[in-house]
């Protein structure tokens, strides 16, 4: 769990050959694919629609609107891999940490927080990434107050302050190679 900008992806890409010896939940969404930018391959568009028909027969496991836009994990998506010996990795907003703590027990749930460090460093980043508009910057920074507040609940906090990358990519590394060995997988 993460504000956006906070190098989310860029860590999850950094993981390696150990990406192989999870599973990764996809992300539904209704947002528009973005033009100007690489798109998570663990994305799954859909039309504002069919998200709002998949919301009405209760397929989410967890699910939230941000900046406009519908997201949400799909009940498929984790009871079909837990069925598994595997780790199911999910990268997600606060409301859907909220609501996957409620679906998941403790013992198998481990939250890692990725702190990039205050509002302006994220701001940069967010900017730098794709064009954006002034209305979706102040959601994003708004829904940014909310999510560190947050962090304190989190098992795991992976520092990802600019000028970090590097450690904070060995440090999620170990993390996650620490819980698959935790397992025997």
Known sequence: MAPSGSGKKTLIDGLGE???????AKTFTSRARRTESEE???YEFISFKTFEEMTARGEWVEWANFSGNLYGTAKSEILTALQKPQ?????????????????IPDEKLTIIYIDAGEWSELR???????????DELELRRQRYEEEVKFKPEAEIIIANHNGM???ARANFKAVISGVINSLNI
């Open 124 to 134: 940069e980043r967010i900017i730098a990434r794709a064009p954006i508009t002034d």
């Open 18 to 24: 150990i990406q192989h010896q999870m599973y990764f």
């Open 40 to 42: 998570n391959p663990k």
């Open 165 to 167: 990358a590097e450690a």
């Open 87 to 103: 780790i199911v990795f999910k990268e997600m907003e606060l409301q859907g940490v909220q609501q996957m703590k409620t679906f």
